[in-house]
């Protein structure tokens, strides 16, 4: 069962930027694994997953600003977050899913989740 930690969360004013980290434990080869926030009052949504290094954006609104990438080598998946907006103020969670490609998603019960990190975003 493979274990995810986020980490690199916090407060920012509007025009900043984060880099939030995902370190993965366990065997994560052929995984799926993805970037998702949920803020407060609404669904939780995605904003990229992939395989490898090739990645699908969920929405448009954080294409430009919200990069996701992994590095094999340390199992870590990356969220680079620039231009950083108040509505981006969400929990931001990490995901995995063991069954591979294609690795894009409507219902979210099938992946394994870490357990989430706060950032906030200040006009």
């Known amino acids: 069962q493979v274990e995810l930690v986020e980490s690199g969360g916090g407060s920012v004013q509007a025009g900043g930027s984060l880099t939030l980290s995902c370190a993965a434990s366990g065997y994560i080869y052929g995984y799926c694994m993805g970037w998702f926030r949920q803020a407060p009052g609404k669904e939780r949504e995605g904003i990229a997953s992939?395989?490898?290094?090739?990645?699908?954006y969920y929405v448009d609104s954080v294409k430009g600003r919200l990069t996701i990438s992994k590095d094999s080598a340390k199992d870590t998946l990356y969220l680079q977050m620039d231009s950083l907006k108040p509505e981006d103020t969400a929990m931001y969670y990490c995901?995995?899913?063991?069954?591979?490609?294609?690795?894009?998603?409507?219902?979210?019960?099938?992946?394994?989740w870490g357990q989430g990190t706060q950032v906030t975003v200040s006009s």
């Open positions: 995901a995995a899913d063991h069954r591979g490609p294609p690795c894009y998603y409507s219902n979210y019960a099938s992946l394994t």
């Open positions: 992939g395989d490898s290094n090739v990645f699908r």
